[in-house]
């Protein structure tokens, strides 16, 4: 027998990221320190470390044609910005910028930063009533779009599934590579 619609919107949000997020964990369980900065392509988006020790992501406020080839290290440094403010925006606090969203480097720091913000999105996300979601919503879209919180929170369903699978290929990609040559 079929599960039943949930009674909310606010379940049915969490039901459907639940099940993005258990694609998360089988890619960053799987995640070794080498992945991250891999290039599968001459022209990537990844993360650079600064003097001081800090990263940066290339960025470019105009999406330049081609548009490179993200590294894993450059998705999850986003993932980190979008969803940290989206939980901002939602929370009703100044929502930061994307230079104040610090990366934690290629490896397991990366992968709880990510597990962290998890937990905060299903805290967000599980406090929500219905009015809530109703609330106007002006991200990641302008203000005068007319959408809500519930909008919101579809579209970080969305855009976590996207990245996640992004990841997912890339590592699946470096894996084979370095199968192929252990093979040859």
Same mark, same amino acid.
């Given at each position: ?62 999406? #330049?044609?081609?548009? *490179?080839? $993200?590294?894993? =290290?450059? @998705? &999850? ?5 979008? +969803?940290?403010? /989206? ?48 609330? #106007?919503?002006?991200? *990641?879209? $302008?203000?005068? =779009?007319? @959408? &809500? ?5 579809? +579209?970080?369903? /969305? ?26």
């Amino acid at each position: 027998m079929p599960a039943s619609v949930p009674a909310s919107v606010t379940a049915l949000l969490r039901r459907q990221f639940d099940l993005t997020w258990a694609l998360a964990e089988y890619h960053l369980d799987r995640l070794e320190p080498g992945d991250f900065l891999w290039e599968p392509a001459a022209l990537c988006w990844t993360m650079r470390q600064d003097p001081a020790g800090g990263w940066r992501a290339d960025w470019a406020d105009t999406e #330049p044609d081609p548009v *490179p080839v $993200p590294t894993i =290290a450059w @998705l &999850t440094w986003h993932i980190g910005w979008w +969803w940290s403010v /989206a939980a901002d925006h939602v929370r009703q606090r100044p929502a930061r910028e994307r230079d104040d969203i610090r990366w934690p480097g290629p490896g397991a720091e990366t992968v709880a930063w990510l597990r962290e913000l998890r937990s905060e999105w299903t805290d967000t996300l599980d406090g929500l009533t219905e009015a809530g979601l109703d609330r #106007p919503s002006a991200y *990641p879209w $302008p203000a005068d =779009a007319g @959408l &809500t919180v519930a909008d919101l929170a579809a +579209w970080v369903n /969305a855009e976590l599934m996207k990245n996640v699978a992004e990841i997912g290929q890339l590592r699946l990609m470096r894996a084979a590579g370095r199968a192929a040559g252990r093979a040859a």
